[in-house]
């Protein structure tokens, strides 16, 4: 079976690993990397496309015939213009498009979680930080609060707000930023990584990207913090977010502490590292779908058919604040 990887790091530890088990049992792995061009092969004349079609020379090109399944584990517009491509000829991408590019949208994500009766924590959006220094300002909003990106990437905006200075100062940086704001909720400084693959659960603790220099020392001493740790309400909606989100492979970020499980962000195909067993579980996704896919023919797109994703279902419009709960931290 031949399996593509979408990405511009095959050495991340659990695609190289990954790798490592399908060639060890007979299968092709191939790298499709966004950054290296249209066809995500060095972009060279002739080359096919981001649909994977001949190029000008009349030869095939790398994507003629694609591979039986790929794992979409870049994000960036190249690399989902790569796997939106494939789905339109009837390739099964792991995560689908749709559900990958909801996840880049926090208040999106935020609305159909609530939706979904999954805890996620009450997000309002803003079309700047001035609209939402406005909003502080007229009583709107009570400090402090989480503000972030509106769409999630690398290196975007994460920070606490204790006051309208610092909030200032914000809107001084990033100018023109859309955002998301959430209460802040005191916590431990560390946050409850939870990840799925194909329904097999791993979890780990992560120091919060909020946190403070009184939070260098985990809550309990150790970092021992595995599923057998994990309470079953909060197995439950890891498990249920993937059902939502129409994710196989996907991350939940829930703050950590004894209480009442909040969420604060999912993530499509995240870094998962260090978990052992998840190379495992994702090789076997990827056997399972390619296997399941092989064989049925794979229509082309029709003209009009506008590049839409397949999988899960885009979160329809709703009003800015995704309603009251708990706070996030």
Known sequence: MRIGLITSAPDHPVLAATTALLTARGHHVE??????????????????????????????????????????????????????????????????????????????????????????????????????????????????????????????????????????????????????????????????KLWVVAGQLFCARRRSELAGPEHTELPDGDGGFGPAELSAERAAVALRAGEVFGLDVYGVDLLDGPGEPVVVDVNAFPGIRGQAGAPEALAALALRVGGAASGVPRPRPRADSGGAGTGAAVATPAPTDAGPGTAAG
């Open 31 to 192: 790298t499709l990397d966004p950054t290296a061009g249209a066809d995500g092969q060095g972009g060279a004349d002739g080359q096919a496309g981001a649909d994977g079609k001949a190029g000008a020379d009349g030869q095939a090109g790398p994507l003629d015939p694609p591979a039986d399944v790929y794992l979409l584990k870049a994000h960036t517009p190249a690399g989902l213009a790569l796997a939106r491509g494939l789905e339109e000829r009837g390739v099964p991408v792991v995560n689908p498009v749709a559900a990958t590019e909801l996840c880049q949208d926090r208040l999106a994500m935020a609305e159909l979680a609530r939706r979904a009766g999954l805890p996620f924590a009450p997000t309002r959006a803003a079309a700047d930080l001035a609209e939402l220094l406005g909003a502080v300002e007229a009583g709107e909003l009570l400090l402090p609060l989480v503000v972030k990106s509106r769409h999630s990437r690398r290196h975007d905006l994460v920070a606490r707000v204790d006051d309208t200075a610092r909030l200032r100062a914000l809107a001084e940086e990033w100018p023109d930023e859309p955002v998301v704001a959430q209460p802040y909720l005191p916590s431990t400084g560390w946050d409850q």
